[in-house]
C-alpha cells in the first residue's frame, strides 16, 4: 500500500508551468509600479517566476517546501538563491541569511494547503514594515462556478485525483478574510486569464500592517 505523504507536488522538469504565462507579466508590473527591488517567492516550484524576475532587474530569493523542486531551480538558475523551506518552518531559519523583503508574491500555492494561514504568517515575518503580500489562486466566482456547472466541468476542476493538487478553493471574500486576519490589508484585486469572471485565477495585492 503507497503510504506516501503529498510532502511533493511532483516537479520533473524546468519547464515554465503554464499558469506562468499569464500571471508572471502581471505580478512583474505590480513590482515595478510599487518600485520594489527585492522579493522573495513562497512556493516558488521550479523557480520559473524567479527567473522572470530576475530577468525584470529584480532581487530575488526562491523557497520551495519540494525538494526536487528546489533541485530543478537550482541547477537551472544558478544565479539565484533557493531555500528547501515551507510555510510550516521558523521564518527564522530564512532571516539568518537574508534581510526582510519589500514584497513576497506567491502564485498558486494557497489552493494546495492543508493550514493556508501559514502562508500570510510566513510572509508577514518575512516581510519589511509596509511590505506587500501578492497571492494567486484559481478564480471562483458566480458566473465561473454557474459555467462550471452547466458545463458538467466540476470533476476536472476539483479532481481529488491528482496527489498533491487543489484542496481549498477561494473566493475573492475568503481570501480577503484569511489575509485581513493575518496582518495584512488588501488593497489591489485583478482577475487574469480568460474574459472577466470567467477568469483562471485571481490575484490579491495586500500590504502589511501588523507583525
Request: glycine fraction near 10%; proline fraction near 5%.
Amino acid at each position: 500500500m503507497d503510504s506516501q505523504v503529498a510532502s511533493t507536488y511532483g516537479w520533473k522538469s524546468d519547464k515554465a508551468p503554464c499558469s506562468c504565462g499569464y500571471l508572471a507579466p502581471l505580478v512583474i508590473d505590480l513590482i515595478k509600479d510599487m518600485n520594489i527591488t527585492r522579493v522573495a517567492d513562497l512556493g516558488a516550484g521550479n523557480g520559473a517566476l524567479c527567473a522572470s524576475l530576475h530577468d525584470a532587474q529584480r532581487e530575488v530569493v526562491g523557497i520551495e517546501y519540494d525538494k526536487e523542486g528546489v533541485d530543478l531551480a537550482s541547477a537551472r538558475y544558478p544565479h539565484i538563491r533557493f531555500y528547501n523551506f515551507g510555510v510550516q518552518d521558523d521564518p527564522a531559519e530564512l532571516l539568518a541569511t537574508e534581510a526582510p523583503f519589500g514584497a513576497v508574491v506567491s502564485t498558486e500555492v494557497i489552493e494546495h494547503l492543508f493550514s493556508p494561514h501559514l502562508l500570510p504568517k510566513y510572509a508577514n515575518r518575512i516581510l519589511k514594515k509596509d511590505g506587500y503580500l501578492i497571492v494567486s489562486t484559481p478564480y471562483h466566482g458566480y458566473f465561473k462556478n454557474l459555467a462550471l456547472s452547466i458545463l458538467d466541468g466540476w470533476d476536472v476542476h476539483h479532481t481529488p485525483l491528482w496527489h498533491g493538487g487543489h484542496i481549498k478553493f477561494w473566493s475573492r471574500n475568503t481570501l480577503t478574510r484569511l489575509l485581513t486576519e493575518n496582518g495584512f490589508e488588501v488593497v489591489g484585486f485583478h482577475g487574469v486569464g480568460r474574459v472577466p469572471y470567467l477568469w483562471k485565477s485571481m490575484v490579491l495585492v495586500a500590504r502589511k500592517t501588523a507583525g
